[in-house]
């Protein structure tokens, strides 16, 4: 609920209501984006110190694929979805890596079913159900 979330939140929702407000969305759009690289190069910076190890599997375009879709899985905008998402994301590889079936389509499988029954993804899905929920009649 801070000032600079809620000029994010105009820019997202309508960038030209934000212009017209007099808001500087590009440096707004410019301090968000070095506020995300900061944090995901801090993040990679530290798996590396604690694993002690800097594999090249961190760097593929696969990799990226995969942040993407456990962030859907789990659900955008909330904080602990992108958690939820990656702790499922990595369970069912562990547990599918012992069968014999093909990772990849039965995560892609799992995906295509939780994007068509969960459209805010997992934790979303939970929030806006226990809001409606709350709501007094």
């Not at 820019?11 to 707004?28: C, F, K, M, Q």
């Not at 301090?31 to 090249?56: D, E, I, P, R």
């Amino acid at each position: 609920h801070s000032p600079f979330g809620q000029v994010l939140k105009a820019i997202r929702e309508n960038e030209p209501r934000a212009v017209s407000l007099g808001y500087r969305t590009d440096r707004y759009k410019l301090v968000a984006f070095v506020l995300s690289a900061s944090l995901a190069g801090l993040a990679g910076g530290t798996k590396a110190l604690v694993f002690q190890l800097a594999s090249l599997t961190d760097v593929t375009w696969q990799m990226s694929g995969e942040v993407v879709l456990m962030t859907l899985l789990g659900g955008m905008g909330t904080l602990f979805g992108p958690v939820v998402g990656a702790g499922l994301v990595v369970t069912l590889e562990s547990y599918l890596a012992s069968t014999s079936l093909p990772v990849p389509v039965v995560i892609g499988c799992i995906f295509v079913v939780c994007v068509l029954l969960f459209r805010r993804g997992i934790v979303g899905e939970i929030v806006a159900r226990s809001a409606r929920g709350r709501k007094p009649s």
